[in-house]
């Protein structure tokens, strides 16, 4: 990793006093026209090149002196003892994203899925994460998938797929829980694909098809209930009102003609059964004008 490289990283201020030690060394022999001069700039400028360490402004990073603790250091440059100072990793302490898997898990309902998500993490306290923690990404990374298999666990299929944010906010604060000894905070987890096998998938497509063409028949059959109940309830009123009747039938004969434009031929029978001829007879009188 880039932090475990940086440790044994000759830094730019380190070059930079190691060649001008060496020099003025240089520099102080050729005037004197002796040697020590250019050795003793060479020795300062290994020491420095060595014992000059930059730690960028988001790290921190623990000296250790002989094998104890002395404290954190960074960031801007900072000096050590070489062979004697020991430095841990860098920590670097700004948010960062951790992409987790859990694959073939079994839900509450025994539904097997594959559950991506990432988690988003940062480390607020330097000297508990390096001195608690042997490799605190790892540790990240595994919390971060037994504790996604066991919210997989407790919730079923359509709470899954319906309710990611309450899945992530859960198993934010599960590994918040686990993680704050360590001087690690979880901020967010976010639940990015749920996955389930082809064959369940296109069985759930069938079903949720299956559902609703038996809500439209539903819908259908419930309409033709309420036609039905209204036919019922014009021919109580027809069969009182004869009158009423014949206006109606008079009504649709009017409306077939308007609409269609055709001219409709009517039995003789038919109009001497619903008295067409003595309401048509009535109509006309009470239209004529008088003389």
């Known amino acids: 990793m880039w932090q475990d490289r940086k440790q044994n ?15 003025i060394g240089l520099g102080l022999a050729v005037l004197t026209g002796r040697r020590e001069p250019s050795v003793g700039g060479l020795l300062i400028g290994l020491y420095f090149l060595f014992s000059i360490k930059v730690a960028d402004q988001w790290e921190k990073v623990a000296v250790l002196r002989l ?36 694959e073939s898990t079994l839900t509450r309902d025994t539904v097997p899925v594959n559950v991506d998500a990432i988690v988003f993490w940062l480390v607020w306290n330097a000297e508990k994460s390096i001195l608690e923690v042997e490799d605190f990404v790892q540790a990240i990374t595994m ?62 497509s069938r ?13 259908l059959g419930q309409a033709e209930t309420e036609i039905a109940e ?41 109009v001497e059964t619903m008295g067409l001829g003595g309401t048509l007879a009535t109509a006309a009188l009470g239209g004529a004008k008088p003389e």
């Open 9 to 23: 990283h000759v830094s730019g201020v380190a070059m930079a006093l190691f060649a001008i030690s060496v020099a």
């Open 207 to 219: 079903q949720a098809q299956a559902e609703r063409e038996r809500q439209a028949r539903n819908i």
């Open 143 to 204: 919390s971060a998938q037994t504790g996604l298999r066991e919210s997989i666990g407790r919730h079923e299929l359509a709470q899954m797929i319906t309710e990611r944010e309450s899945l992530g906010r859960e198993l934010q604060r599960i590994l918040d829980e686990k993680t704050n000894p360590w001087g690690i905070t979880v901020q967010s987890v976010e639940i990015r694909d749920v996955r389930i096998p082809q064959a369940l998938e296109d069985a759930m």
């Open 67 to 102: 094998g104890r603790y002395v404290g954190l250091r960074g960031p801007g440059w900072f000096h050590v003892i070489p062979i004697v100072d020991t430095l841990s990793r860098y920590v670097d302490q700004r948010i960062r994203v951790a992409s987790v898997t859990a």
């Open 230 to 270: 209204k036919f019922s309830t014009a021919a109580l009123t027809y069969q009182n009102n004869p009158v009423a009747l014949h206006l109606r039938a008079m009504n649709m004969l009017y409306e077939a003609i308007k609409e269609r434009g055709a001219m409709v031929i009517v039995p003789s029978s038919v």
